[in-house]
Nanobody, 115 residues
Framework: QVQLVESGGGLVQPGGSLRLSCTVSGNIFSINAMGWYRQAPGKQRELVALITRGGIVNYADFVKGRFTIARDNAWNTVFLIMNSLKPEGTAVYYC?????????WGQGTQVTVSS
């Protein structure tokens, strides 16, 4: 099992930027891919971006061109660099493995985009 701790959220104005970090510990050698997810109030959790062990990345259409996912080589930290943030990006952001480690969800980090 892995342990996940998200950080880096906060309040930002529309058009602003944030960098989220996901600190990963535990059985990192089993990880083949990681993703960033988000859950807005009253909505289901959704996948925002993913990165594979081989460095392949993929993004949800609603963040393409604005967000970047990256990781260190050892899977110790996974980043989500968010630019040109929009108010609809307000949500709690989580990281997790792909496929999901359902028992490993962390507390998430709150991102609020508002003027």
């Amino acid at each position: 099992q892995v342990q996940l701790v998200e950080s880096g959220g906060g309040l930002v104005q529309p058009g602003g930027s944030l960098r989220l970090s996901c600190t990963v510990s535990g059985n990192i050698f089993s990880i083949n891919a990681m993703g960033w997810y988000r859950q807005a109030p009253g909505k289901q959790r959704e996948l925002v971006a993913l990165i594979t062990r081989g460095g392949i990345v993929n993004y949800a259409d609603f963040v393409k061109g604005r967000f970047t996912i990256a990781r260190d080589n050892a899977w110790n930290t996974v980043f989500l660099i968010m630019n040109s943030l929009k108010p609809e990006g307000t949500a709690v952001y989580y990281c997790n493995t792909i496929p999901l480690a359902t028992g490993a969800w962390g507390q998430g980090t709150q991102v609020t985009v508002s003027s």
